[in-house]
């Protein structure tokens, strides 16, 4: 058995009440962490949580890392001890190996009545080590004595191993964010989650099955990795009639805003149905042309739940880098779901403009009407259903019709030999010609709207394919 001294930060700061109620939530958390039965005692005490497990240190390590609530962590030998001396003798040979060669230091913390004061007992056993070492260094040590004394019983460790902070899960309730698979909303996740929120996801597919599947991999990588002792609801919605109606209907030169009306107009009506206290987005200022602050002022005046924008102040690279460090950075980037509606999304829609084009009740309810709900720890029967990546063109087949979702002048920089060029709202025409295809491959920039266009003819009888400019060069050099 080894025995963990676990840290946390704020909770320590609460009235009693609360206080008690997060370190229960917290321990909680750390039992699910780790390999189930393994956890042989578990205990708390003002500022501390005393853990007792069978894991191996790498496990605990790795999963303790990941649990909020956590400010840090540390594998401690316990002893008691009757005096000073008592302790003296006991933590000297303990010790005195680790800092042979090296500059080291010694920390002391106490919680209780002693005799003794902590500098005491850092000057004595500093005494005791130096002449094994190569000498003390309270600025920069190469190791770290660290003795914490708690009435009658000694912590001695070496090792601080930093957790991500925050507070417990669920701590503050339940929220809905407007997920997707890229790089912003599940970081958006994150940061609300560390903050105690349990996160509940909202994603609407346009792009079905394909860009379903992109979405449960960033979602199945914050729950399993970061969401311990608890099972948060996932919410899918098919929003390609949306489409159909901001490009056909002639509203493409606001459609991302109204866009992001819809999935505020959607997550407001959820949360009302299962009691989420707000809305998350992945919104940051100005880094794309819709997150502008007349488009968020215009957006946000037609939704009476706090929106919390959790990234606001970061920029792109911060945003990106926070992906990496918490998993969810996406292995494939199929591009954003602007450029469905526009080449250019406008930066400035006014309130009453969206007013007059609105969004038909009947469209929202339509699409609420099939939403699919399920729990967070029932996704890989569902992701294996999906069958997205034979979707995903390998290589071209005999007798295949391809087509250019691109604009004219990048279709005619290069596209690919025998494509025709087509845009989203001029495929209904070829639902009269499939049938003398043996496949239809569409590719785009980055291939969203290719995933889009091959999900409208998924049931057309022709098997059909999407890929991206990127791939599509490289099959052409093949």
Not at 206 to 222: E, G, M, Q
């Amino acid at each position: 058995m080894s025995l963990y001294l676990v840290r946390y930060s704020e909770i320590g700061l609460k009235r009693r009440y609360t206080r008690s109620n997060m370190e229960s939530k917290l321990i909680t958390s750390i039992k699910a962490a780790l390999p189930p039965g393994s956890v042989t005692d578990i205990r708390k005490t003002r500022g501390r949580i005393f853990l007792e497990t069978s894991a191996d240190e790498s496990t605990v390590r790795r999963n303790l890392s990941t649990v909020f609530g956590i400010k840090s962590f540390s594998p401690v030998y316990k002893f008691d001890f009757s005096s000073l001396a008592d302790l003296l003798e006991k933590a000297y040979p303990l010790t005195k190996s680790i800092v042979v060669g090296k500059k080291f230091a010694v920390r002391c913390r106490r919680v209780g009545n002693h005799s003794f004061s902590s500098i005491d007992v850092e000057r004595q056993l500093g005494e005791l080590l130096v002449s094994s070492s190569d000498g003390v260094s309270l600025k920069s040590p190469d190791v770290e004595i660290n003795i914490e004394i708690r009435n009658k019983s000694a912590y001695l460790y070496t090792n601080v191993i930093p957790g991500p902070g925050g507070l417990p899960t669920s701590s503050q309730g339940s929220m809905v964010c407007l997920m997707s698979g890229g790089i912003d909303s599940p970081v958006a996740s994150w940061m609300m989650m560390k903050r105690g929120v349990l996160v509940n996801f909202l994603f609407c597919s346009l792009a079905h099955p394909i860009d379903t599947v992109y979405f449960l991999n960033a979602a199945v990588k914050l729950t399993r990795g970061w969401l311990h002792g608890y099972t948060t609801k996932i919410h899918i919605l098919d929003c390609r009639k949306f489409v159909e109606y901001a490009i056909l209907d002639g509203k493409d030169s606001a459609g991302t805003v109204l866009f992001k009306l819809l999935l505020y107009k959607l997550a407001e009506k959820i949360s009302s149905k299962f009691g989420y206290k707000g809305i998350i987005t992945g919104e940051s200022l100005g880094q794309v042309s819709s997150q502008t602050p007349d488009n968020l002022m215009s957006l946000s005046h037609f939704v009476d739940l706090p929106i919390y924008r959790p990234l606001i102040g970061l920029d792109k690279d911060e945003i990106t880098d926070l992906a990496r460090k918490i998993g969810t950075y996406p292995e494939k980037n199929t591009g954003e779901f602007c450029a469905l509606f526009a080449e250019h999304a406008r930066t400035e829609v006014p309130i009453d403009e969206l007013e007059k084009n609105g969004i038909p009740e009947e469209i929202v309810d339509m699409i609420l009407t099939n939403m699919m709900t399920f729990s967070s720890d029932t996704v890989d029967g569902f992701l294996k259903s999906l069958g997205k990546d034979e979707m995903e063109v390998k290589e071209i087949p005999e007798n295949s019709l391809i087509v250019d979702l691109r604009d004219r002048k990048e279709y005619q920089r290069w596209h690919y030999k025998g494509a025709v060029n087509l845009r989203l709202w001029e495929l209904e025409r070829l639902k009269k010609n499939v049938e003398h295809y043996s496949s239809i491959v569409f590719y785009c920039k980055e291939g969203l709207q290719s995933a889009y266009a091959s999900s409208l003819f998924a049931d057309s009888g022709t098997k059909v394919y999407y890929s991206s400019e990127r791939d599509m060069k490289r099959l052409a050099n093949q």
